[in-house]
């Protein structure tokens, strides 16, 4: 059984489950959220098989041949995700502690599915599952993709349709950055010409765009349908030449910002001395905010190369107040250790320098706890090999191998499991134009990234995954996902 990520223990089983015409999904409890989730699965189903796969509440087990996702009477130590799945003649039984580990559990069974299963118009099948019995819980609390809508912009239903791909390899977290040099994504109420201006092009000079207050909202809902919470970043005080433009009294004194469509970093930064600029925060903050029911606010802090060190430390220390006045936990690029540090703060590990194992040891010092997003492993934008037409080199090439074969734990840091909140892969849009640039560049290696975050790292090889990642490469066709075709996979034909 192919599945990407590899569950925690899986035992195969005699027999096997035939999906049929007369096959329900029934649900217990009847609550909104369960039915949701099972309405959900047969939403998934229905396309390829025809059938009608009614969500059904039950107060106890179906008799024969049926699906049963069930919330009752489970172990708790399945915790916020992990569920239990028994795929056998008699049926499919899904047991979760929390909703959440349902949900990740269907992802198990669409992949236990052929990979036709994924086509949006009717298949002749047949749709056998085999028999299973699987036991499976994540490794990470954070387990997460992030996406640049901000160098290229892209708009809700991309963002939904890349979101989707998220939830099919149990993801949970969607950090969207939302605010760089190239383009301000997201409305403001109080500062309007954040988007008039700001969100008026992008790399290369195009329209950009931005997403209003609603539309960002319909996002977060869509994410929360599956699971997955959003993470808005306002970059700052670097990459912020956008906002700058918009509004140049937010910049030092005789600069005169403008719009900038190239792909250099380091060149914009907030004037850190002004009060000012942190009222411009402050009702920044405060929408985001109030828009955001995910606890975390990332202000990433990378890069800020025209903010003197001083500046930066105090920058950053005033900031985190800011977010934590409203509530949330600061997220930041490894930077931000620079800082003194809440406890509940997050650090980003991005560069993979010396200095940046140095970053992680003082936020590690501070409580703070870490986000394993190394570029030369983690980084969807970096380029295959030298080949690839799309992506950047800066941190080397990052084979699907590469990009699979590391451990978040004993990066020669120092740092131990409890220090490490999970694993995040970025993808930068510098280069990528549309949702299918962005696609190449996420397929397959976003699936390798997902599995050091979920599974247990003992037993996982190379050889092993390679195999499991061929049978997705006619899953990721089925869905229309235009995937590198790594020479280093066999893909079956
Ligand atoms: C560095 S990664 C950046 C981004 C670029 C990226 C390109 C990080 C925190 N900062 O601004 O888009 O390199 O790979």
């Not at 096997?16 to 039915?35: C, G, K, N, W």
């Not at 609390?141 to 996406?147: E, H, T, V």
């Not at 010409?193 to 992008?202: A, R």
């Not at 250790?337 to 040891?361: C, D, E, Y």
Request: charged share 20%; net charge negative; proline share 7%.
């Amino acid at each position: 059984m192919d599945i990407i990520p590899k569950p925690t223990l899986l035992t195969p089983n005699e027999g096997r489950f035939d999906l049929t015409h007369d096959t329900r999904i029934y649900v217990t409890p009847a609550s909104v959220e369960a039915m949701n989730i099972g309405e959900y699965l047969g939403e998934r189903l229905r396309p390829a098989t025809g059938f009608a796969l009614p969500a059904t509440p039950t107060a106890s087990a179906p008799s024969f041949g049926h699906i049963y996702l069930s919330l009752i009477d489970t172990d708790a130590a399945l915790g916020e995700e992990g569920y239990a799945l028994r795929v056998g003649a008699e049926g499919v039984t899904l047991t979760a502690h929390r909703p959440a580990g349902l949900f990740r559990g269907i992802q198990t069974l669409r992949q236990m599915l052929p990979p036709a299963i994924e086509q949006r118009a009717e298949q002749p099948g047949p749709w056998s599952l085999p028999g299973v019995e699987i036991r499976d819980v994540p490794r990470f609390s954070w387990r997460g993709a992030m996406l640049d809508v901000s160098r290229h912009f892209f708009g809700v239903e991309d963002v939904k349709r890349y979101i989707d791909h998220l939830a099919y390899y149990k993801v949970n977290r969607f950090h969207l950055h939302l605010s760089d040099d190239q383009g301000w994504r997201i409305e403001i109420k109080a500062w309007p010409k954040l988007t008039e201006i700001g969100g008026s092009t992008q790399v290369g000079g195009g329209p950009g765009g931005f997403f209003t207050q609603e539309q960002y909202a319909e996002i977060v809902r869509y994410a929360q349908s599956r699971y997955i919470v959003v993470v808005p970043e306002i970059d700052m005080p670097g990459h912020t030449m956008a906002a700058l433009a918009s509004y140049p009294e937010l910049s030092r004194e005789g600069i005169m910002p403008s719009l900038y469509t190239g792909t250099d970093v380091g060149m914009s930064s907030l004037n850190t001395r002004s009060n000012f600029t942190y009222q411009f925060i402050e009702d920044v903050i405060r929408e985001i905010a109030e828009l955001t029911p995910g606890p975390f606010i990332h202000i990433g802090g990378d890069e800020a190369y025209k903010t003197s060190e001083a500046d930066y430390v105090a920058f950053i220390e005033r900031v985190q107040g800011i977010i934590e006045r409203h509530g949330k936990i600061m997220v930041g690029w490894e930077e931000i250790a620079k800082a003194r540090l809440l406890p509940q703060t997050v650090v980003q590990f991005w560069r993979g320098h010396p200095s940046s194992m140095a970053l992680a040891r003082r936020a590690v010092e501070q409580g703070a706890r870490i986000i394993m997003s190394p570029a030369s492993r983690a980084y969807l934008d970096m380029k295959y090999d030298r080949t690839t037409p799309l992506g950047h080199t800066w941190a080397g090439f990052v084979e699907v191998q590469t990009a699979y074969e590391w451990d978040p734990v004993g990066m020669n840091m120092e740092l131990v499991e409890d220090n490490i909140i999970g694993v995040e892969a970025p993808l930068w849009s510098e280069t990528a134009r549309t949702l299918d640039d962005a696609e190449y560049l996420a397929f397959p290696r976003l699936a390798g990234i997902n599995e050091i975050g979920w599974s247990c790292a003992a037993g996982r090889t190379w050889e092993e995954y390679r195999g499991r990642l061929a049978a997705h490469g006619p899953r990721f066709a089925m869905m229309g996902i235009d995937f590198y075709r790594s020479p280093q996979v066999i893909w079956p034909v």
